[in-house]
């Protein structure tokens, strides 16, 4: 530690546990804060003697303080716009109960205005493909149009209103990439896979008065949430113009409390119109700051296994109106790797969305083109891991790649029973290979995926369950417990490694000298209690940049 340091710290943080995070493994017990970063960081005696007249002393009493919680993959637009404005329906609610929720919120809305909301489990999803589940929605809204989002967020249930509104008839043609679910007689049943729900968000958005004020609840709210849970750096997986330019704004007037990392989108969002490909790719340059980076952009190579999207190697189980199919790529190769030059010729990253052991084989496969071609430079994601085909998961490694892992659903839930019927149990038996991916010398980085199957972006549960591969609390059920990481390798999945493969390793991710002060004050000392435990952990303080942006007392 330099003590010769010309300026006094803005800040010292004294008598704590400090988990600093980065490489060598240092364990500290204070440091100190100068303009924003890390300016040294010790012994408490040690840092205690760099304070001046106004120095702010972070007396922790024996708490752990560790590095803010970079999150390598969520979505701050809807998951704001969950917590801000829909109407919130628990996963584990049947059919009846959802409509029950929807009658009681028409019962408090005008005639015509959306019912919006979320998340209708997979498990539920599976019986509403019929129009007697649908005659019952309607009844529910009482003539207004409804939009609810499952737990993927791939796939929505509407009702009769709002498949008016999206002018889908029972002769319709189904949307490229999606399809309007039928019953045998060939009847809608509101049910939407995959691009049929772009449709439907479309015509939500229209009804949408002021859209420029509900963008700023939206990501205001998002921030916040954030920071309760201690996450201080967020890659934004999809992200369209209107976060661009909202995100811009608040950073601009010092309102933002989230360093965030975009990732423009390809091809047309599910969740949300608005330009995308080239055209969004060239508006996004005019973005870019210290806590806003425009560093990637977001490929879905496939669906998700629940409605049998999701390309996988082995044919899905044979359910109800199902055949036999394994699913399929949204690209060949050769048009992906297209799709990755683009993206590396503009200068950004990748992430790429494959939910399948067929589809990650095939983005590995693009993967290796590129690399041939460009060396080790270009940054390449690919989300989510949960099916890596064993003779694969050493490419992770050889390639660069980074493993994207996310959402938390390496444990057992409602989302892996969901898995289990659709998906043969040989797959199930080998999900989420977390230890050889890190074991192949794979960068391992969590993130949320928030809103997706999870109502918020509660790193804990997902650190606890990277440990114990049971259900947060602990349950004699597992998922490939053979994968289980250690607390420390969970935590650094949590941190440094996101932050190393957002390209911000040299600024964030651990408490290091020359590092911005993120940092986090929590209720228990994780390396003291019982690691079932952990998911109990609440964020008593977040700091971005040496300022707290948030107090659990306040």
Same mark, same amino acid.
């Given at each position: 530690?330099?003590?010769?340091?010309?300026? %006094?710290?803005?800040?010292?943080? =004294?008598?704590?546990?400090?988990?600093?995070?980065?490489?060598?493994?240092?364990?500290?017990?204070?440091?100190? +804060?100068?303009?924003?970063?890390?300016?040294?960081?010790? !012994?408490?005696?040690?840092?205690?003697?760099?304070?001046?007249?106004?120095? $702010?002393?972070?007396?922790?009493?024996?708490?752990?303080?560790?590095?803010?919680?970079?999150?390598?993959?969520?979505?701050?637009?809807?998951?704001?716009?969950?917590?801000?404005?829909?109407?919130?329906?628990?996963?584990?609610?049947?059919?009846?109960?959802?409509?029950?929720?929807?009658?009681?919120?028409?019962?408090?809305?005008?005639?015509?205005?959306?019912?919006?909301? *979320?998340?209708?489990? !997979?498990?539920?999803?599976?019986?509403?493909?019929?129009?007697?589940?649908?005659?019952?929605?309607?009844?529910?809204?009482?003539?207004?149009?409804?939009?609810?989002?499952?737990?993927?967020?791939?796939?929505?249930?509407?009702?009769?209103?709002?498949?008016?509104?999206?002018?889908?008839?029972?002769?319709?043609?189904?949307?490229?990439?999606?399809?309007?679910?039928?019953?045998?007689? *060939?009847?809608?049943?509101?049910?939407?896979?995959?691009?049929?729900?772009?449709?439907?968000?479309?015509?939500? %958005?229209?009804? =949408?008065?002021?859209?420029?004020?509900?963008?700023?609840? @939206?990501?205001?709210?998002?921030?916040? /949430?954030?920071?309760?849970?201690?996450?201080?750096? %967020?890659?934004?997986?999809?992200?369209?113009?209107?976060?661009?330019?909202?995100?811009?704004?608040?950073?601009?007037?010092?309102?933002?409390?989230?360093?965030? +990392?975009?990732?423009? $989108?390809?091809?047309? /969002?599910?969740?949300?119109?608005?330009?995308?490909?080239?055209?969004?790719?060239?508006?996004?340059?005019?973005?870019?700051?210290?806590?806003?980076?425009?560093?990637?952009?977001?490929?879905?190579?496939?669906?998700?296994?629940?409605?049998?999207?999701?390309?996988?190697?082995?044919?899905?189980?044979? &359910?109800?109106?199902?055949?036999?199919?394994?699913?399929?790529?949204?690209?060949?190769?050769?048009?992906?790797?297209?799709?990755?030059?683009?993206?590396? !010729?503009?200068?950004?990253?990748?992430?790429?969305?494959?939910?399948?052991?067929?589809?990650?084989?095939?983005?590995?496969?693009?993967?290796?083109?590129?690399?041939?071609? &460009?060396?080790?430079?270009?940054?390449?994601? =690919?989300?989510?891991?949960?099916?890596?085909?064993?003779?694969?998961?050493?490419?992770?490694?050889?390639?660069?790649?980074?493993?994207?892992?996310?959402?938390?659903?390496?444990?057992?839930?409602?989302?892996?029973?969901?898995?289990?019927?659709?998906?043969?149990?040989?797959?199930?038996?080998?999900?989420?290979?977390?230890?050889?991916?890190?074991?192949?010398?794979?960068? $391992?980085?969590?993130?949320?995926?928030?809103?997706?199957?999870?109502?918020?972006?509660?790193?804990? @549960?997902?650190?606890? @369950?990277? $440990? @114990?591969?049971?259900?947060?609390?602990?349950?004699?059920?597992?998922?490939?417990?053979?994968?289980?990481?250690?607390?420390?390798?969970?935590?650094?999945?949590?941190?440094?490694?996101?932050?190393?493969?957002?390209?911000?390793?040299?600024? +964030?991710?651990?408490?290091?000298?020359?590092?911005?002060?993120?940092?986090?004050?929590?209720?228990?000392?994780?390396?003291?209690?019982?690691?079932?435990?952990? &998911?109990?952990?609440?964020?008593?303080?977040?700091?971005?940049?040496?300022?707290?942006?948030?107090?659990?007392?306040?």
């Amino acid at each position: 530690m330099d003590e010769n340091l010309a300026k %006094a710290p803005d800040l010292i943080a =004294i008598r704590a546990a400090v988990f600093t995070g980065d490489a060598a493994g240092t364990s500290a017990e204070a440091f100190a +804060v100068v303009d924003g970063k890390f300016s040294a960081v010790g !012994s408490s005696e040690e840092i205690a003697r760099l304070a001046g007249p106004k120095t $702010v002393v972070l007396d922790a009493g024996g708490k752990m303080l560790m590095p803010g919680i970079c999150d390598v993959h969520l979505h701050l637009g809807l998951g704001g716009a969950a917590e801000a404005w829909d109407l919130r329906i628990p996963p584990d609610y049947g059919p009846e109960e959802v409509c029950e929720t929807i009658r009681a919120r028409a019962a408090e809305s005008a005639p015509g205005e959306w019912i919006v909301g *979320g998340f209708v489990g !997979s498990v539920t999803m599976a019986k509403l493909a019929n129009v007697e589940a649908l005659a019952k929605l309607d009844e529910a809204a009482g003539g207004r149009p409804v939009l609810l989002r499952d737990d993927t967020q791939h796939n929505r249930w509407v009702n009769s209103a709002a498949l008016q509104a999206m002018g889908v008839e029972d002769s319709s043609p189904d949307p490229e990439g999606g399809t309007y679910v039928r019953d045998e007689a *060939g009847r809608l049943t509101g049910i939407l896979w995959e691009q049929a729900s772009r449709v439907a968000e479309e015509a939500f %958005a229209a009804s =949408i008065e002021n859209p420029d004020a509900r963008h700023r609840v @939206t990501y205001e709210t998002a921030a916040k /949430l954030c920071n309760q849970y201690g996450v201080t750096t %967020a890659c934004e997986a999809a992200t369209m113009e209107p976060a661009l330019r909202t995100l811009s704004a608040m950073d601009a007037e010092g309102s933002l409390t989230l360093r965030v +990392v975009a990732s423009t $989108v390809a091809r047309p /969002l599910l969740a949300e119109p608005g330009i995308t490909g080239k055209e969004l790719l060239a508006v996004s340059e005019q973005f870019g700051s210290e806590l806003l980076h425009v560093g990637f952009v977001k490929v879905f190579l496939d669906g998700v296994p629940m409605t049998r999207t999701a390309a996988m190697l082995d044919p899905y189980l044979p &359910h109800g109106c199902h055949g036999e199919s394994a699913g399929e790529c949204l690209y060949d190769l050769a048009a992906l790797v297209d799709e990755l030059e683009e993206a590396v !010729s503009a200068g950004r990253g990748v992430k790429i969305h494959a939910a399948g052991d067929a589809s990650t084989r095939m983005a590995l496969d693009a993967i290796a083109v590129m690399r041939e071609r &460009h060396g080790p430079a270009p940054r390449f994601h =690919i989300a989510h891991n949960l099916f890596v085909a064993p003779a694969d998961v050493r490419r992770f490694g050889e390639l660069g790649i980074v493993a994207d892992a996310s959402p938390y659903l390496w444990y057992p839930g409602i989302i892996q029973d969901s898995l289990s019927a659709c998906v043969p149990a040989r797959t199930i038996e080998n999900s989420w290979p977390l230890k050889d991916l890190l074991d192949s010398g794979a960068n $391992v980085s969590a993130g949320s995926d928030w809103p997706v199957a999870l109502p918020a972006p509660h790193p804990w @549960t997902g650190i606890e @369950t990277m $440990v @114990t591969r049971e259900a947060p609390g602990g349950s004699a059920e597992t998922v490939n417990p053979a994968q289980r990481l250690t607390l420390h390798e969970a935590l650094v999945s949590f941190t440094r490694r996101p932050a190393e493969a957002l390209g911000l390793g040299a600024e +964030v991710g651990s408490i290091e000298v020359g590092k911005s002060a993120d940092f986090l004050v929590l209720s228990q000392n994780l390396f003291e209690i019982e690691v079932r435990r952990i &998911h109990e952990t609440d964020v008593l303080a977040t700091y971005l940049r040496g300022k707290q942006v948030y107090d659990a007392t306040s």
